[in-house]
């Protein structure tokens, strides 16, 4: 067993100790406080960090709105392990959510029509031809058992992160369904090979896209245009060629898939003054690395028959066709077209993506 998994694939039933150096510095370390004027910037800051603190330690954490803030990792939840125990069983007559982190060009929009769509269900989603929403509501009640862009939309902004989701998701619940509820959350996600992924990315960037709709939202504010200035000055990035889409050093599409899964307060959110360059990656890979672990179910775009398996037998549901294998993507032949250089360039820019990745591999094999 590879040693890496074996020290952080080690989680108690009810805590996460995770037994390496980057694991213990990212247990002792808090969030970064960031410096703003003006005492609305502070209550709201105390205000999110409440709702922060009743929902971070893991992707199942039953929230608590009223505790007072615990160390940042106090309660994990149910870890993938009491998952697997026999008397398991996703409640969806009772209170158990599962959230999707989509992440960008990471096959998650296939995934999460799998998930409204070929669920067999005691009551299947109802969805309505031309629209993307569905309704996925538990057996005897209209309540949401699924947190997604396809069941509740981009309630807490387009393709929110780890760290927007754990703030926002029971919030957004109790508005919807008018009351306040203890919930057990089942965080859900989808990881790609890094090099693919990005150069999915810059095709599809290329192509006008550009998720301006994304909040950023940290530590109760979003990122200022000084701590993630554009990229471009028009509409879009538009016919973007690769050295200039790479050249870009605000470009969320380098290691996005760190930065989605890490709890971002812990390096000051999204600004880079707030420590070491090396610093800031070291704790933010160890914390993506944690909540990936801590999650309930993650699959790979690569191994779709696997992650399909490893999903039908955690939450104990079945879906009605198999997941499709698509290995010759254009981004992958796109790939295989770089210059040397550029290659050693966007592996240098997704090092952290690159390591998440092969830690995530091995984690899934395990399972």
């Known amino acids: 067993m590879n040693r890496e998994c074996n020290v952080v694939c080690a989680l108690s039933k009810r805590a996460v100790i995770l037994q390496s150096s980057d694991m213990l510095a990212y247990n002792e370390l808090q969030p970064v406080a960031l410096h703003q004027s003006g005492s609305n910037n502070n209550n709201n800051n105390n205000n999110n960090n409440n709702n922060y603190n009743s929902n971070v330690g893991g992707s199942t954490a039953i929230a608590s709105k ?25 409640d969806m007559d009772g209170h158990d959510v599962m959230v999707f982190l989509h992440i960008q ?25 031309q629209r993307k929403r569905c309704y996925c509501f538990r057996p005897h009640r209209n309540e949401n058992w699924l947190f997604s862009r396809y069941s509740t939309g981009w309630k807490c902004g387009l393709h929110a992160d780890w760290t927007e989701l754990t703030s926002c998701v029971d919030v957004e619940l109790d508005k919807n369904e008018g009351e306040t509820a203890k919930r057990r959350y089942f965080y859900i996600s989808l990881l790609r090979e890094p090099i693919s992924r990005y150069m999915s990315e810059y095709r599809h960037v290329r192509r006008g896209a550009t998720w301006k709709g994304s909040r950023h939202w940290c530590l109760g504010r979003q990122a200022t245009a000084a701590e993630l200035p554009p990229c471009y000055k028009e509409k879009n990035w538009l016919d973007v060629d690769l050295d200039q889409f790479a050249g870009c050093e605000s470009n969320l599409a380098a290691n996005r898939q760190t930065r989605m899964l890490a709890d971002l307060a812990l390096v000051g959110c999204y600004n880079k003054s707030s420590m070491p360059a090396h610093e800031r990656d070291r704790v933010m890979l ?8 801590a999650m309930a179910y993650f699959g790979l775009t690569e191994y779709q028959k696997m992650s399909q398996y490893i999903f039908e037998e955690t939450f104990n549901l079945r879906f009605a066709i198999p997941f499709e ?5 254009i981004s992958a032949a796109a790939v295989l077209n770089l210059r040397p250089d550029q290659r050693r360039r966007i592996e240098k820019l997704n090092s952290l993506d690159i390591e998440l990745y092969t830690f995530a591999k091995n984690l899934l094999f395990q399972r």
């Open 105 to 129: 060009k990471t096959g998650g929009t296939s995934f999460g029509r799998h998930l409204v769509r070929d669920l067999d269900l005691k009551r299947p989603c109802e969805c309505q031809r």
């Open 325 to 329: 294998q698509h290995n010759a993507t």
């Open 286 to 293: 160890a914390s993506a690395k944690r909540n990936l672990a």
């Open 66 to 90: 009223a505790s007072a803030p615990q160390n940042i990792i106090a309660n994990a939840g149910l870890s993938y392990e009491d998952v697997l125990n026999d008397d398991f069983q996703f």
